[in-house]
DNA sequence: TTAACTGCAAATGCTTTGCATCGAT
DNA sequence: ATCGATGCAAAGCATTTGCAGTTAA
């Protein structure tokens, strides 16, 4: 939790810095996507910041989630034609389920793999990497077993 | 190029045996995949078969696209909103310019190193991996620094 | 023959945009 | 007081769907 609140700060004073402005519903949308465990979608985002803030719009929710995203301040994960947002720190593989769609978070800090020298050749300058592992969660093969 | 015969020829016998029509667009559509070495999308696809047959609908590329895709012998990736078609066989990494949102394969095969365990632990199936790198491509990095 | 496939056009659903108003600085 | 941010509604765009006509088997 005092985590959260120490990261949101540091989020905020960088945002400041940059001269964006802090508005409330930016602090709110901000506070959900680090609180939240899930991968939220702007929807789900939208409507949870809602319950604080009524007045809320969603082209508000994209159009913070973009910036934030253009900070790397979260990341975006497009799931079956949605994106969801996480604002995790340290890159981690996700399990994605083919079936329900559903995003499982794996705890390792996955030093990906990827020669240097293979960037390097191509001129390419690495931000971020993302391991993703397609396949069937527990209750979609239960389920496609017993069909 | 013979290899490419051969992979759509057992895709297609594939396809027979699970009860599939093999019509002409179909077979039109999954050479153009397999053939082309980057990733088109479904309109790209749609352009460049539409050569061959014009009286193509692109609802067919996304159906055909779509059971293709089912059936493992395509993988689909998303960047930037819309969807990318891939058909070499051996997974490997994509290095994805965040800004041009160009897609670059890299040769290599890809071993990914997430734990068995983990993934047993949570009772999912892995059924492929897909590793992305993101980040900026030469020019990007050009038009970048020259602004 | 007949059930699956195609093509068309309309519909869907997520995301973005234009613009008048509001509010953080 | 300024100019960026918000909220609303409309627009945009990739993808999907319904359906009548077509065709592979």
């Known amino acids: 939790m005092t985590e959260i609140k120490e990261r949101s700060e540091r989020v905020a004073r960088r945002l400041r810095m940059e001269g964006y402005r802090l508005t409330p519903q930016r602090m ?3 506070q959900a996507v680090l609180e939240s465990p899930s991968h939220l979608t702007a929807e789900e985002i939208y409507r949870q910041v809602s319950a604080d803030f009524p007045m809320l719009s969603l082209a508000t929710v994209y159009k913070t989630l973009h910036m934030l995203k ?6 975006e994960l497009t799931v079956d034609g949605r994106s969801h947002y996480d604002g995790d720190a340290p ?5 994605i389920c083919v079936r329900c769609h559903t995003i499982i ?3 390792l800090e996955m030093a990906v793999t990827v020669p240097e020298e293979a960037l390097a050749e191509r001129g390419f300058r690495a ?4 391991v993703e592992v397609h396949g069937l969660c527990r209750q979609c093969q239960e389920e496609t077993s017993r069909a």
């Open 91 to 95: 890159p981690h593989p996700h399990l």
């Open 105 to 107: 978070d794996l705890p």
């Open 127 to 130: 931000l971020w990497h993302q």
């Open 70 to 75: 253009g900070l790397g301040e979260v990341m």
């Open 28 to 30: 709110a949308i901000l």
